[in-house]
């Protein structure tokens, strides 16, 4: 079976890969579900959500800021550099992710989608002057030098729309992609959830890469159940 899958990565001219934070778990960025998951310790709606920003700042201030803290001296993984490897041997390629942690770039990719935005990018609720800042802010929570209005991580929170320029590309690439590799999501958050049944309506063949089964792991034409960091460049080269 494994010979069949590369196969069909290898042969066919459009490819899209769909990532979550699995794929970035072996470089210590946690996850949001499972047992260690974020979602264990912390209650989504109460960070993640523009009401709970509005409610208060300053807790949603810090706890991306600890999450920056979390995951600064993170490096991609050999899933990662699989990825950024084949995006040049592919000359119709996509890899739309879910993550905000920007390993996907700093490995090499270039013809990313981040659908959920970027956690080193800051965005000014008062005058909307966007930018990004690596290091800890000195103050909590962050105010813009322009207008001194209140500065917010530049990712999607629960309940927002997603950037229409990545999630344009991510929808133009699944009608057309051949195979669609989904790796490292639980499939649970939409619209990136509904993305493998998109590509498999249209008849592109889609696999799975995960330790984990998931909603969408009936309709994938191949699973892989083993590690992004171990599946990836095996199935990739
Ligand atoms: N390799 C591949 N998959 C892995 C690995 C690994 N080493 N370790 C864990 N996984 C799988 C888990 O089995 C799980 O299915 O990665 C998935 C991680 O799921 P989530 O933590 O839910 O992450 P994700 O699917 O990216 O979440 C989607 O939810 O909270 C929001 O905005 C947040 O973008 C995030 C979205």
Redesign the pocket.
């Known amino acids: 079976m494994k010979d069949t899958v590369r196969g069909w990565v290898r042969d066919c001219r459009s490819l899209c890969v769909l990532?979550?934070?699995?794929?970035s778990?072996?470089s210590g960025v946690?996850?949001?579900?499972?047992p260690q998951?974020?979602?264990k310790q912390q209650d989504?709606m109460s960070l993640?959500t523009p009401a709970a920003f509005e409610a208060d700042p300053r807790e949603v201030g810090d706890w991306y800021q600890w999450r920056r803290q979390r995951i600064r001296d993170c490096a991609p993984?050999p899933?990662h550099a699989a990825l950024a490897a084949v995006e040049a041997a592919k000359p119709d390629f996509l890899l739309v992710t879910?993550?905000?942690d920007g390993l996907h770039r700093v490995a090499g990719s270039r013809r990313v989608a981040e659908i959920?935005g970027n956690i080193w990018v800051v965005r000014c609720t008062g005058c909307g002057a966007e930018r990004v800042e690596r290091d800890d802010f000195a103050k909590l929570p962050p105010r813009c030098a322009a207008c001194g209005g209140l500065l917010r991580p530049g990712?999607?929170?629960?309940g927002e729309e997603l950037p229409p320029g990545p999630s344009g590309a991510a929808m133009e690439m699944l009608s057309r992609c051949e195979v669609l590799i989904v790796?490292?999501?639980?499939?649970?958050?939409t619209p990136?959830?509904g993305y493998a049944a998109v590509a498999k309506r249209r008849g592109a063949r889609v696999i799975e890469?995960?330790?984990?089964e998931?909603p969408v792991s009936a309709i994938c034409d191949a699973t892989f159940r083993?590690?992004?960091?171990?599946?990836l460049p095996a199935l990739l080269k």
């Open positions: 990532s979550g934070a699995g794929v778990a072996e946690p996850t949001f579900r499972g998951g974020l979602w989504p993640a993984n899933g879910q993550n905000v959920h990712v999607v929170w629960f790796a490292g999501t639980s499939a649970v958050v990136a959830s890469v995960n330790p984990d998931t083993g590690k992004s960091g171990e599946v």
